[in-house]
DNA sequence: ACCGCTTTGTGCACGGGTTCACAAGCGCGT
DNA sequence: ACGCGCTTGTGAACCCGTGCACAAAGCGGT
């Protein structure tokens, strides 16, 4: 995401358009929302929603006023409406093909994870370069071939592409990914991918995460030792 | 997170204190630069390395101004260098050790991920609850049970734990890995945790991602529908 | 019908982050 | 030795996001 505050609006300024920030939290509320559903709950506060969610209140109802004025005053929120609310502006009553390439560890994992197909994403292909792993049986899917990417794509109509390839392959498989008419990527591999404007790019990356943590961990460590030393 | 803007100094006002954003970046320059250093290049302009880390030029700039003045001026900056400075100051120049708890499919992937060895981290143990799957082999260690989760930390006075269990698990595990001493948490699972203040905790959440895809997803397909009927 | 309690929705101020643009500084060629 | 070109380092303006505090508004009891 290079330098876009706001998503963009159709065309001239019809909606308000949503922050980025809070379409990232959107998800959060979501989820929490859907466990009170299945639990009987027919409305939150933002203070009991917003403990759940592990932010502010002021900040969970500046979030949900972006999306309209859902909930009454001196109740609270209804949560099936919320949750159809949430769900409809983050594009979730549509359905997304997927597909995953890169069979390795990370990638079988992937394939087998439940959080994929449980809010409208299909998994409709694993990919692989090697021979030796295509035809094995994921999760009732089939590895095929990293060769029929681009049929697979076209077939299914796939829009959002995985790759859990090793670092080397990534960009590639990313070219051919855009090419064959994919337009959001999730990248899991440890490298910049380079896109063209029009397609989204998301990264997960566990060494950074972990980087991350020893930062404040050596910082924790430091101060200990200044307190320490304060006191001695 | 809840509201720490720059990382605290340790007492009175020495070290400027880094950016959170821009720790978030330095592990994204220093793969770049490793990489750079294996290919033999001796110097990089602030200009090659940002195109490569996908940032501006100036963005990477004022990152590096912050951990101090190195790079000279009409040439660039000393890539070996600058490799250990940035290790210097995100703390990799010491050793962690880091427990994985919950063996699924994500968690098995995660022991025979590579990514953590490389960079000072050491995977102690891996543990779960489920007895079927205790001793069993996976890169080259042996899964525990889970009740061993406080002697384990003990023993090898592990500092960061990876939570890659159900969510259901996910607080209770939690708890003992905090209570038993550990001061970093990596969370797969997708629920919110409450740590105490002292504790930091990174999430990391594959069903998020593709959320946040989705909704960058319909904003683009809506776009072209308002286009299309524009042009009709 | 009205009053008071509760909770939402938001105007405003504050702070961090990003970007621009330029001055400061270093090396090289002459 | 000196100036020219290149690149860093940073001051300042701008923008997004956050948090506070309060006004607007619904509900229930009297």
């Known amino acids: 995401m290079p330098e876009r505050g706001r998503t963009v609006e159709g065309r001239q300024g019809r909606r308000p358009g949503i922050p980025d920030a809070t379409v990232a939290r959107l998800p959060v509320y979501l989820r929490v929302l859907s466990g009170l559903a299945e639990s009987g709950v027919a409305t939150v506060s ?36 919320l949750v159809y609310q949430i769900s409809r502006v983050l594009g979730l009553t549509q359905h997304y093909s997927v597909v995953i390439v890169g069979v390795g560890n990370l990638g079988h994992a ?25 035809g094995e049986q994921i999760a009732g899917l089939a590895v095929r071939h990293v060769d029929e990417l681009e049929a697979v794509i076209e077939e299914h109509d796939v829009q959002i592409g995985v790759i859990a390839t090793p670092a080397v392959a990534a960009q590639d498989v990313c070219d051919r990914l855009v090419a064959a008419g994919v337009t959001s990527v999730l990248n899991f591999a440890p490298v910049v991918l380079s896109v063209p404007e029009e397609v989204d790019v998301r990264k997960v990356d566990l060494s950074i995460e972990l980087q991350i943590l020893a930062f404040h961990e050596q910082r924790k460590a430091l101060s200990a030792l200044a307190n320490d030393e304060a006191t001695a």
């Open 110 to 134: 992937l394939a087998g994870y439940g959080g994929f197909s449980t809010r409208g994403f299909r998994v409709v292909a694993l990919l692989d370069v090697d021979h030796a792993r295509t």
């Open 46 to 81: 933002s203070e009991v929603l917003a403990g759940s969610a592990g932010v502010g209140p002021a900040k969970l109802r500046k979030d949900l006023s972006h999306l309209g004025s859902y909930g009454t005053r001196g109740v609270g929120y209804d949560v099936d409406f």
